[in-house]
């Protein structure tokens, strides 16, 4: 087991905002799946006090993340269960290793069960896809996108710190992204932008600049023209979406005989990402690689439960 979880990382779950929407997200769940309800659980209810022991481990290889949201489930079912998280997030585990337990009634570790599965394995699996890229690109910043399930964000963002990537931005309000729509409403609205890349983006800019936006702008292209305009007026992030590493190299390679202004992290590959084009990407000169698939099509990490009487060890 290759212990690489922080401080930082555990931390996060402290945090009162992240308590609060933890708590939202177990019990709408919990809700949805009735455990006060639970009619198989009228099996032991002679034995209602008989504390019962549950594991939770890896069926697979992964990184993990999230034995604290785990954990809060069972809590939320009831205050009095003692719980223990085995592993810190961004731990990688081999298969078979114990990332959490649990004492508590038969009841409650049974009504739990799925849905603290359910969580964990969605947050590992999600940290295991983004540490993939990050071994693939060990020279590029691996980031999330907002392509993510709504109300979730702030967990997922978390599993993709835990496999080692970044947060693109939180929200809308983090800094402008101004992608393909935004231009061609732009153009729509200015037809005197039409045709005029040079125009169309330093309109882009100086509206912004004049809006109060002090940090980084970041603007999607899809030609070489709006690419070397963006360096020339020192767009802080230029996001290369769709285009082959190939071609991205020679962009650059032909950006840097002209003397453009450009730097590395500068510029962010996207679209269609996975381990073998994110390395492809990193060799061509993109220090910025953002992938929508770490959150929104990550395969979950297989975890299972065994419950046996007795407590904790």
């Known amino acids: 087991m290759e212990q690489q979880g922080t401080g930082d990382l555990d931390r996060f779950w402290l945090r009162d905002d992240v308590q609060q929407q933890l708590c939202d997200w177990i019990d709408a769940a919990l809700e949805e799946d009735r455990t006060d309800e639970d009619r198989t659980s009228l099996l032991f209810s002679s034995a209602p006090d008989q504390l019962c022991r549950g594991v939770v481990s890896t069926r697979e290889e992964g990184i993990v993340c999230g034995t604290a949201a785990m954990s809060a489930v ?143 702008i970041a603007i999607e292209v899809e030609d070489e023209e709006s690419f070397r305009c963006c360096l020339g007026l020192e767009i802080e992030i230029i996001l290369v979406d769709n285009i082959s590493p190939e071609i991205l190299e020679q962009w650059i390679a032909r950006a840097r005989s002209d003397d453009l202004p450009l730097r590395n992290d500068q510029i962010e590959a996207s679209g269609g990402i996975d381990e073998t084009s994110a390395a492809a990407y990193a060799a061509a000169g993109a220090g910025r690689i953002s992938s929508g698939a770490i959150t929104h099509s990550a395969p979950v990490l297989d975890l299972t439960m065994s419950i046996s009487g007795g407590g904790i060890e």
């Open 74 to 216: 069972f809590k939320r079912l009831a205050a009095d269960c003692r719980t223990a998280c085995r592993v810190l997030d961004g731990t990688r585990v081999e298969s078979g290793t114990e990332i959490m337990t649990v004492e508590g009634s038969a009841a409650v570790l049974l009504a739990g069960e799925r849905i603290a599965l359910n969580i964990g394995s969605h947050l590992c699996g999600i940290a295991t896809r983004t540490a993939r890229l990050v071994e693939c690109a060990p020279t590029a910043t691996i980031l999330d996108t907002r392509k993510n399930i709504p109300g979730l964000r702030i967990f997922q963002k978390q599993a993709v710190r835990a496999g080692g990537g970044v947060s693109h931005r939180a929200d809308l309000a983090e800094f402008p992204l101004v992608k393909e729509n935004h231009r061609d409403l732009i153009q729509s609205l200015h037809p005197e932008l039409v045709g005029d890349r040079q125009a169309e983006l330093t309109f882009i800019r100086d509206t912004l600049r004049s809006g109060g936006v002090k940090g980084p």
